[in-house]
């Protein structure tokens, strides 16, 4: 996988279009003047997340004794998952919509820095340790391009609407699926051939 794989992997699990919705409604009780503030900060929160993850991972495989394969599987499962949920929503009439100022749960983690991100992240890792430059490098991009996308958030939530909003979550979904499909066979090829 080169660099431009790898960020459209990590976009495409990041899905900074179909959290554009949840962002807005989010920081509803947010003053209109600190909403930009706060997702700025949300942003940077979970970049270092993320890159503490990616430079870290291989040792917290090694500590928790994990096997490459586990991490595929548990990865393609994982995925699939999130995929489910962007291509089926819950309804969005559930009443628990936040009373104050979001401060790293939901929007840093697991909004952005979610478990299938970070579950991407090792398995990159683990799979070419030696490309771990090309691997921050598609990190960087990725969150660069969701941070953009979310701090235009209230903006695009006004020209998508809700229907358009659905539409390319939908689409992020089924492409994730073939993903963690693609990651859970990969998985167990490996676990057949050791």
Avoid at 98 to 122: H, K, N, R, Y
Avoid at 132 to 149: K, P
Avoid at 164 to 184: H, P
């Amino acid at each position: 996988m080169d660099t431009l794989s790898a960020t459209l992997l990590l976009l495409t699990i990041m899905d900074p279009l179909g959290n554009v919705a949840t962002f807005v409604s989010g920081l509803r009780a947010v003053p209109p003047e600190r909403r930009l503030r706060v997702i700025a900060r949300e942003l940077v929160v979970a970049l270092v997340i993320l890159i503490v993850f990616l430079f870290a991972g291989p040792w917290l495989l090694g500590l928790l004794h994990l096997k490459q394969e586990a991490l595929f599987i548990s990865g393609g499962i994982v995925l699939f998952l999130i995929a489910l949920k962007m291509i089926f929503p819950p309804s969005r009439h559930e009443a628990d919509e936040p009373v104050m100022e979001p401060f790293i749960v939901p929007l840093a983690t697991p909004m952005i820095a979610g478990p299938s991100v970070l579950a991407t992240l090792l398995v990159l890792v683990s799979t070419h340790p030696e490309q771990l430059s090309r691997w921050f490098a598609a990190l960087l991009i990725a969150w660069g391009i969701t941070a953009a996308v979310l701090l235009s958030a209230p903006a695009i939530s006004r020209i998508l609407k809700e229907k358009g909003s659905m539409a390319v979550e939908r689409l992020m979904g089924m492409l994730l699926v073939m993903v963690a499909v693609q990651m859970f066979l990969n998985g167990i090829e490996h676990y057949l051939k050791h």
